[in-house]
């Protein structure tokens, strides 16, 4: 399955998706899975951040485009109560 965009979310999207994925990844690192409390000196370490930093990277997207949809219904929404 494949997700199209409209053109004109491009701009929000990547005004808004770093500072998303930096909230989100911290949260997830530090917090969620607790990744400071491992060693980073087995290849299973590094592939649990690589996995958390690839989750922390898909839960932004989402979030970004479901905040870009909530904005443009509410702007539909109050044009249409004008």
């Known amino acids: ?11 929000y999207y990547w005004s808004l998706f770093p500072i998303i994925l930096v909230i989100i990844a911290y949260q997830n690192i530090f917090n969620n899975w607790e990744l400071p409390l491992y060693g980073f000196n087995e290849l299973e370490d590094i592939g649990r951040l690589l996995f958390v930093c690839g989750l922390s990277v ?11 949809w909530i904005i443009e219904v509410l702007k539909q929404w109050l044009r249409k109560k004008s």
């Open 58 to 68: 898909c839960e932004s997207a989402l979030v970004t485009v479901f905040l870009w």
């Open 1 to 11: 399955m494949e997700l199209h965009l409209p053109k004109r979310i491009h701009k």
